[in-house]
């Protein structure tokens, strides 16, 4: 008897741990596609700013702030990781290490990219009334490699859902 009610707690607790990593792994999925849209729209707002700053850069009546502006702008992407957080903080032990080394990778990235965003921005607010070619140009870098975190985080979402699709999808299987 004994054996029988452990063997039904065990296939219970199994149950329960399988409904519970295929709605953290639904969440999951949900998050990075909208954050996915949200990064490649960010993305290509970057982008047309850096087309503008290669066409006004010596443009010495312009200041950074006004040529930021007149071209859009610059932008924070909203990346959420917070259904692989918890995830992670409450049962890690459930997924296969390499989803959790992928997903840990794609918060690196995110982590990253915001740190690139904060560069940018410290360094725009402080520059912001500057003519000089030397400034619009250091912000082009910077800016330049914002656009690469953010393509690479755009890669590592791309990457995740594309190896991980079945699994993400259980219904079909």
């Known amino acids: 008897g004994v054996l029988i009610a452990v063997s039904i707690g065990n296939y219970k607790e199994s149950l ?3 409904s519970y990593i295929e709605k953290t792994l639904l969440a999951i999925e949900n998050e990075i596609k909208v954050s996915q849209t949200e990064v490649d729209t960010v993305l290509e707002r970057h982008v047309k700013l850096f087309e503008a700053l290669e066409e006004q850069i010596d443009n010495k009546d312009q200041s950074l702030g006004e ?3 007149s071209a859009g702008g610059f ?3 909203a990346v959420k990781n917070v259904s692989l957080r918890f995830f992670v903080s409450n049962k890690a032990e459930l997924l296969e290490f390499k989803m959790i080394s992928q997903l840990l990778e ?3 990235h995110a982590n ?3 740190d690139k965003i904060k560069r940018l921005a410290d360094y725009a607010y402080e520059h912001v009334n500057d003519k000089e070619e030397e400034v619009k140009l250091k912000f082009a870098y910077l800016l330049a490699n914002v656009i690469d975190g953010e ?3 755009l890669e590592s979402y791309a990457a995740f859902l594309e190896e991980n699709g079945a699994n993400l999808n259980p219904e079909s299987q």
Do not use: R
């Open 67 to 69: 040529l930021v502006g």
């Open 106 to 108: 794609i918060e690196l």
């Open 151 to 153: 393509q690479t985080l």
């Open 112 to 114: 990253a990219l915001t």
């Open 75 to 77: 932008q924070v992407a």
């Open 16 to 18: 329960d741990n399988q």
